[in-house]
């Protein structure tokens, strides 16, 4: 195949030949045609050698490179990615029967594949678009998902309607790829839930907690827990199968609410240890009294880009501070950030404020990050994205 070839600066060559997969609109020299949107270019440096071939795209990450070997991106190439990103999942034991149907199957540049991402739900693949590139390729990698999986998948649902650039303007509308009605409920680490993909945040469930989750389980026995900003209530059901005395789910959204009550029903039927509360997590950390001994903080991004990061960590510090107010002595707190601009120090500086600003004694008990099947590829840090601190409190 013909590809459009990107020249870059004399310089500029030096990240991709360490394999950071990103080309940045001002490295660009010269283009031998103009791309569209989404197209497969090729990559070469100012001597005209070839550094790697991506998707073409508007703004200031201009290409997101594929692979640096000169091959074609085609239905082989999707098959093999995918067939490596499942080889993973599977030999560190995931997908293992019904006690986990679960998981991230591609996690973007973490799977060489930049700008899609896959979660697995049972028989069920939501496939999420963050690129143009791999919004034309949808169809291709539908076909690529179906032949790797075989049977095991039956669903493919494509939800990309928020998540591409909005310049782009490329109308995607959420649909299935392949069948449709489907069954909605999943299962991790032997606990059930449905999954609202159709309607639900991200691809429906946050299936990055799963391994926060089961160290919260090792936690919560005879505890009073306040789940904070619960969703679909992953970390409440969880800290009831651990065995906690009680169990307060929050969350603003009555949505998220009536679907940590469903989850919760799901897996502890007509169990009185649950209650859920539709409100926000800053007024009802106001009023809560001081008897909760294990509190979750999993709050959404608060900094999705760089020039919001200081009222972002504004933001972290007074949440932590709210819940180290009230946490009782001897309590424990995990404590979350998403946002990929906070940096691993930022947060902990944050909390740090936090806690001197409390004056309450507080120790680091574990530092917590997303699961294995959210690979940060070494060559691009960025991919690093959730953070988390359980903290002692007396
Ligand atoms: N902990 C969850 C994921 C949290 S996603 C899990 O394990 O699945 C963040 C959640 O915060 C969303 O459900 C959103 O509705 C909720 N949220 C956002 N702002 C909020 C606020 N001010 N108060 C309470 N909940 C809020």
Redesign the pocket.
């Known amino acids: 195949m013909n590809y459009i070839q990107i020249k870059l600066r004399a310089g500029k060559e030096e990240s991709l030949l360490r394999f950071h997969p990103w080309v940045f609109s001002g490295a660009i020299q010269s283009m031998s045609g103009q791309p569209d949107e989404g197209d497969v270019v090729e990559v070469i440096d100012s001597r005209g050698e070839f550094l790697g071939r991506g998707h073409y795209q508007i703004g200031s990450i201009a290409v997101r490179i594929l692979t640096f070997e000169p091959r074609d991106i085609d239905l082989d190439f999707y098959k093999e990615r995918l067939r490596a990103a499942l080889e993973v999942r599977r030999s560190i034991g995931l997908l293992d029967g019904d006690y986990n149907d679960t998981c991230r199957l591609v996690h973007g540049e973490g799977d060489y594949l930049p700008g899609l991402v896959i979660d697995l739900y049972g028989r069920t693949a939501v496939m999420q678009a963050h690129a143009p590139g791999m919004h034309y390729a949808r169809r291709l990698l539908a076909q690529a998902l179906q032949e790797v999986m075989g049977g095991a998948v039956q669903n493919i649902f494509y939800k990309s309607e928020t998540t591409l650039p909005y310049k782009a303007q490329l109308d995607a509308s959420n649909e299935y790829l392949l069948g449709g009605s489907a069954d909605d409920i999943a299962v991790e680490r032997g606990l059930k839930f449905h999954v609202d993909w159709l309607k639900g945040?991200k691809t429906g469930?946050?299936v990055d907690?799963r391994d926060n989750?089961a160290l919260l389980e090792r936690y919560a026995r005879g505890r009073s827990v306040l789940?904070?900003?619960?969703?679909?209530?992953?970390?409440s059901f969880a800290a009831m199968r651990g065995g906690a005395k009680l169990v307060h789910s929050?969350?603003?959204?009555s949505k998220?609410i009536d679907l940590t009550n469903k989850n919760v029903e799901l897996n502890f039927p007509n169990d009185g240890r649950h209650r859920a509360f539709a409100?926000?997590?800053?007024k009802?950390l106001e009023h809560a009294g001081s008897d909760y001994d294990l509190i979750?903080l999993?709050?959404?991004a608060f900094a999705k880009h760089k020039n919001v990061l200081r009222n972002a960590l504004q933001g972290y510090r007074k949440l932590n501070a709210a819940a180290l107010e009230k946490i009782a002595s001897g309590g424990i707190l995990f404590t979350f950030s998403c946002s990929q601009v906070v940096s691993k120090n930022d947060f902990r500086l944050a909390v740090f404020s936090a806690a001197a600003q409390t004056r309450r004694k507080v120790r680091i008990l574990h530092q917590l990050a997303q699961p294995a099947d959210h690979p940060v590829n070494i060559y691009h840090p960025e991919g690093e994205y959730l953070k988390g601190l359980v903290l002692y409190v007396e």
């Open positions: 945040q469930f946050f907690q989750r789940n904070m900003f619960c969703y679909t209530g992953g970390f929050v969350d603003s959204s998220a409100e926000d997590a800053f009802f979750i999993d709050p959404p």
